[in-house]
């Protein structure tokens, strides 16, 4: 057996409330089925092994206290909104992050704040320019 084989099993099997409404969202960019009045917390992990990847250790999380107390079920929604996913209600068409590249958003924060200054830069020395002449 390779140990470098990723588990696409979910973490979550759903055995009783299978009658409710089919639910659409959109989970890392992918279209996946959850239920009406399922959590965002238990739709992701009806999909998956883990809801989000630690930010600090890249580390694989699934929630811990799963009643809104702990910080370790955070997700974004594609517009970048914050969401603890163990007390957010699923809605039809959520687009849900699990995957988000900290490093590269804190590279896009200093190139945009370079550019930023950069330009702030360049228009002062063109007021000091002009007030010279």
């Known amino acids: ?29 992918v279209p996946v089925q959850a239920l009406a009045g399922d959590t965002l917390l238990t ?16 580390a694989p999380r699934a929630g811990f206290c799963l009643i809104g107390a702990c910080q370790d079920c955070w997700v974004r929604s594609e517009d970048g909104t914050r969401l603890r996913a163990c007390s957010t209600p699923l809605r039809e068409g959520m687009r849900v992050l699990t ?8 590279d896009n924060e200093a190139a945009n704040d370079a550019t930023t ?4 830069d360049a228009s002062s020395d063109a007021s000091n320019e002009a007030e010279a002449q």
């Open 117 to 120: 200054d950069a330009a702030t």
């Open 1 to 29: 057996m390779s140990t470098v084989t990723p588990h696409h099993s979910p973490q979550f099997v759903r055995v009783a409330e299978t009658a409710r409404a089919s639910v659409t969202f959109f989970l890392d960019g």
């Open 99 to 106: 995957r988000i590249d900290v490093h590269n958003d804190v």
């Open 43 to 58: 739709a992701i992990l009806t999909q998956q092994r883990h809801v989000r990847r630690s930010e600090f250790s890249d």
